[in-house]
C-alpha cells in the first residue's frame, strides 16, 4: 500500500514537501476554489478542523482552477482569501490539477483508491472530499454536494 504522507505534494511556496506532518492523523483532503458555489463550506471545513483537530485530525485543502477557473488567484490570494473571508486554520497546499495528464500524484492516489460513481476515477468539481484513516488508506469519497458538517459522524468513527 502506497503511504499517503510521503506522496509529493506542492507547498504554497511552490516547494515540493508531503504530509508527513499529518502522518497518525486522520485527514479530510479537499480540492478547493474560492469562486465556486460551494465556496462556502470552507466555514465547515474549518468547524471540522476546530472541532477534531485536538484530536489528531487536520483538513487539507488543494486549491485547484480546473473546473470554471473558480481558482484563479495564487498562492499569496489564495491565502489571504482563506484567511481574511473563513478565518481557515488548517493548512492550504499549492494549487494543482487533480486531473489530466497533470493530475497531482496524490490526487492520482486518491482517485484510485476511492473511485466516485459508476467506478469514475475523475474529479466532477470542487470540493469533492477523501476521508483518509490514521495509518494513510483512503476510507471514503464525497461528492461536492455532501456538506462538511454531514461528515461528522464518519470522522468521529475514525478518531
Given at each position: ?44 471545513l474549518e468547524a471540522l478542523q476546530r ?35 473563513y478565518d481557515v486554520s488548517f493548512p ?68
Open positions: 500500500m502506497t503511504d499517503l504522507a510521503s506522496i509529493p505534494v506542492q507547498a504554497p511556496d511552490g516547494s515540493t514537501t508531503d504530509l508527513s506532518s499529518h502522518k497518525g492523523e486522520v485527514m479530510l483532503i479537499v480540492n478547493v476554489a474560492s469562486k465556486c458555489g460551494f465556496t462556502p463550506q470552507y466555514e465547515g472541532k477534531y483537530g485536538a484530536r489528531g485530525f487536520s483538513v487539507v485543502g488543494f486549491p485547484c482552477n480546473q473546473f470554471g477557473s473558480q481558482e484563479p488567484g495564487d498562492a499569496e490570494e489564495i491565502a489571504n482569501f482563506c484567511k481574511l473571508t492550504v497546499m499549492g494549487k494543482i490539477d487533480v486531473n489530466g495528464d497533470n493530475a497531482a500524484p496524490i490526487y492520482q492516489h486518491l482517485k484510485e483508491a476511492a473511485p466516485g460513481l459508476l467506478g469514475s476515477k475523475s474529479i466532477k468539481w470542487n470540493f469533492t472530499k477523501f476521508l483518509v484513516d490514521r495509518a494513510g488508506k483512503v476510507l471514503k469519497r464525497y461528492p461536492p454536494q455532501t456538506k462538511p458538517e454531514d461528515l461528522t459522524r464518519d470522522i468521529e468513527a475514525v478518531l
